[in-house]
């Protein structure tokens, strides 16, 4: 079965600075798409950056990157210039889509706090 | 476009009551998810649908559990009877399907406390 990992439980950085939010996932396939969501404290999970496994380009959205390393399995979230509308929780997910499945698998977050 | 549209926001109901959390997805999306998310556990998936038709129901807990999909357009997930451990907070999720090109839209989720 495929798993998520996220080893940061909880990060800080000061406003204007620049984090990165680590992932890590297991899978055997070859054919797969990593997501970055955000969950800030209203609840709502929006889709930050998304990444297809077959492009070795790394996504980029305004002021959030990844990192995808695919032979490590890696695939971290860098945050540049950070707001303090980024505090929120961040989770890792990944889909494979074999055999037609939709399921998403998450990561148990990382909290992150934007300091003034 | 209107999100994807759960109520209520916030469920407290005593122990052995059935709750009833409802979702309307996006128009147009085929699949539609529930999810559960607790700080022990993170987010799990329950259930998920394609055109109305569960494909995926093995991360439904319990028997206590259910979903249905009477139509493009709704959804429900009852837990009857509920117990202190189902207090979660449970989303719904939509999507066009198509694989990564489309992710997940998720709902504003139902905040459910049982006493």
């Known amino acids: 079965a495929q798993t998520v990992t996220q080893s940061q439980p909880e990060m800080s950085v000061q406003e204007a600075e620049t984090v990165t939010l680590s992932c890590t996932y297991d899978t055997s396939e070859n054919n797969y798409y990593l997501f970055w969501y955000k969950q800030p404290p209203s609840r709502q999970m929006i889709l930050v950056i998304r990444q297809e496994a077959y492009k070795q380009q790394n996504a980029t959205e305004n002021r959030f990157s990844v990192n995808f390393q695919k032979a490590a399995k890696s695939f971290s979230l860098k945050i540049s210039d950070s707001q303090l509308g980024d505090t929120a929780m961040y989770f890792c997910a990944f889909a494979d889509y074999q055999g037609g499945s939709e399921k998403l698998v998450f990561g148990k977050g990382t909290k992150l706090t934007v300091n003034p | 476009d209107a999100g994807v549209i759960q109520s209520p926001r916030h469920e407290v109901t005593e122990m052995g009551q059935e709750v009833t959390l409802r979702c309307k997805p996006i128009s147009g999306h085929d699949y539609l998810f529930w999810y559960r998310q607790t700080m022990m556990r993170g987010l799990e998936l329950l259930i998920y649908f394609n055109n109305n038709v569960p494909i995926d129901d093995s991360g439904m807990p319990e028997d206590r559990f259910s979903a249905k999909m009477p139509n493009a357009s709704f959804s429900t997930l009852k837990i009857q009877p509920s117990e202190p451990r189902d207090s979660a907070v449970y989303f719904c999720?939509?999507?066009?399907?198509?694989?990564?090109?489309?992710?997940?839209?998720f709902g504003d989720g139902t905040r459910l406390s049982i006493l």
């Open positions: 999720a939509s999507s066009p399907g198509e694989y990564g090109n489309q992710p997940q839209h």
